[in-house]
């Protein structure tokens, strides 16, 4: 049975031009293992980049945060914040960490293995939906809050802002925020590491529909939808869309709904919001927060960037 705010914000989603379903429900447990295998894609270049920066500068991030406690939220298979608990534990003999994820099992499984391999580390697995549940995670100061992966640029702006005010009302005056961010490129690079030869990504993309029907009982058959990525140059985002291939019809018994769709039709499944540090920064702005410090590879592909509470 649906949660009566579930129920809700589905509702608004598809009633939206054109429908949309969150990008949150990509990551049931095959979603968060597809994911996975995205991230190893010769096209995606995201992870190895965000990996190689970590590589080089978690002495550098750790130093300029001033953190005794790292809060990865959306921590997925939890792989980076590695980089930074050892570059932390160099530092601090017994640092925190605190693993924020929707997926239970991807978040029991990494913390285990964390808690394993650091000992020292005290480790907290809290399981919640960062646009609703930001509360869990409770006030602290002299924390990093850390989204890997360019999961932010999954929150588009408007929309999405909601998550970084509910975010910025648990951060302390001395906590910071270190955002991955895929940097604004040429859009053949961006639009092929949405579109891989392999067709992971679409798989992904489709598991959407498969989340959707448990959720809410509907019957929405995969076989009638066709993956579509692109990217949009006013917004400077990445979309991800399910496009009907056939007509067909379905019935959505937990919101009450039928839902029509004739070929071309299309569900809107994801944003990926690709930014400059000067965009990021007048799109913190408004919740508070300015850019303070900004590590980009050589090629400038990806960045993480430092955030801090701005006092002026
Ligand atoms: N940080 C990892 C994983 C990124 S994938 C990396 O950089 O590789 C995005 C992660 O965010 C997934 O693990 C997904 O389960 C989680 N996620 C997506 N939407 C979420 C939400 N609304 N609340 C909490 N976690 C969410
Ligand atoms: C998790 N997030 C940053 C990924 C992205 O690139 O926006 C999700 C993804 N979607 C398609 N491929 C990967």
Not at 29 to 47: A, R, V
Not at 158 to 173: C, H, I, N, T
Not at 280 to 287: E, M, P, S, T
């Amino acid at each position: 049975m649906l949660d009566a705010a579930t129920a809700e914000s589905l509702r608004a989603g598809l009633a939206s031009t054109p429908p949309e379903i969150s990008s949150k429900y990509l990551y049931d447990d095959h979603g968060s293992e597809l994911f996975e295998k995205i991230t190893y894609l010769p096209e995606y270049y995201q992870t190895r980049t965000e990996i190689g920066i970590l590589g080089e500068r978690a002495d550098d991030i750790i130093a300029a945060g001033r953190t005794h406690e790292l809060v990865e939220l959306g921590s997925g298979a939890g792989r980076k914040i590695r980089f930074l608990l050892e570059a932390l534990v160099r530092k601090n003999a017994n640092p925190k960490l605190t693993l924020f994820e929707i997926n239970e099992l991807f978040l029991t499984q990494s913390a285990d293995k964390i808690r394993a391999d650091f000992p020292q580390v005290e480790v907290r697995g809290v399981v919640g939906d960062l646009t609703t549940d930001m509360e869990r995670v409770g006030r602290g100061d002299g924390r990093m809050f850390i989204i890997f992966g360019g999961t932010f640029g999954n929150f588009p702006p408007g929309k999405g802002d909601g998550f970084l005010k509910s975010l910025v009302a648990q951060m302390g005056e001395n906590d910071t925020l270190l955002l991955g961010a895929d940097i604004v490129k040429d859009p053949a690079i961006l639009e092929a590491a949405y579109n891989d030869s392999q067709g992971v990504t679409a798989e992904f993309n489709l598991n959407t529909l498969n989340g959707f029907n448990a959720l809410t009982g509907a019957n929405f058959d995969t076989g009638n939808f066709e993956h579509r990525a692109f990217f949009d140059t006013d917004h400077e985002w990445i979309e991800m869309r399910l496009r009907a291939t056939a007509p067909n019809t379905v019935t959505v018994p937990a919101l009450d709904m039928t839902l029509d769709f004739k070929p071309g039709d299309e569900i809107r499944t994801e944003y990926s919001c690709k930014y400059t540090r000067e965009s990021l920064g007048r799109r913190v702005a408004a919740a508070g927060l300015g850019v303070d410090d900004w590590f980009a590879d050589a090629d400038n592909r990806f960045a993480l960037a430092l955030l801090r509470l701005r006092t002026d």
